[in-house]
Nanobody, 126 residues
Framework: QVQVVESGGGLVQAGGSLRLWCVTS????????AAWFRQAPGKERDFVSA????????NYADSVAGRFTISRDNAKNTVYLQMNSLKPEDTAVYYC???????????????????WGQGTQVTVSS
């Protein structure tokens, strides 16, 4: 059984920073691409950022490009999302998602990821 657990959410003022992380554990899950999605109340789940297993390829939604940085430490089975210059519109539940295997172009669709965490709340006050 694979477990994906996000941490690091919280309340921050606009302009502030937060760092989310996601730990994957369970059965052997050696190589996987990873992504972050978010869902605000009453809205669909949106792509935020993704990274390949090697870390060589990353992708960002236009709304967060230049403010967020995704990274990973495969020795710790951990994926990070550094969020800077946060805005009230970044308020959402943030989900980490994994997909077994890797590809040259990291997927951005939610249905391409099979393993999800329970989410962590990020609230940005104005």
């Amino acid at each position: 059984q694979v477990q994906v657990v996000e941490s690091g959410g919280g309340l921050v003022q606009a302009g502030g920073s937060l760092r989310l992380w996601c730990v994957t554990s369970g059965r052997t899950f050696r190589i996987y691409d990873a992504a972050w999605f978010r869902q605000a109340p009453g809205k669909e789940r949106d792509f935020v950022s993704a990274i390949t297993w090697s870390g060589d390829e990353t992708n960002y939604a236009d709304s967060v490009a230049g403010r967020f940085t995704i990274s990973r430490d495969n020795a710790k089975n951990t994926v990070y999302l550094q969020m800077n210059s946060l805005k009230p519109e970044d308020t959402a539940v943030y989900y980490c998602a994994n997909r077994l295997g890797t590809s040259r172009t990291v997927p951005t669709r939610a249905d391409e990821y099979g393993y999800w965490g329970q989410g962590t709340q990020v609230t940005v006050s104005s």
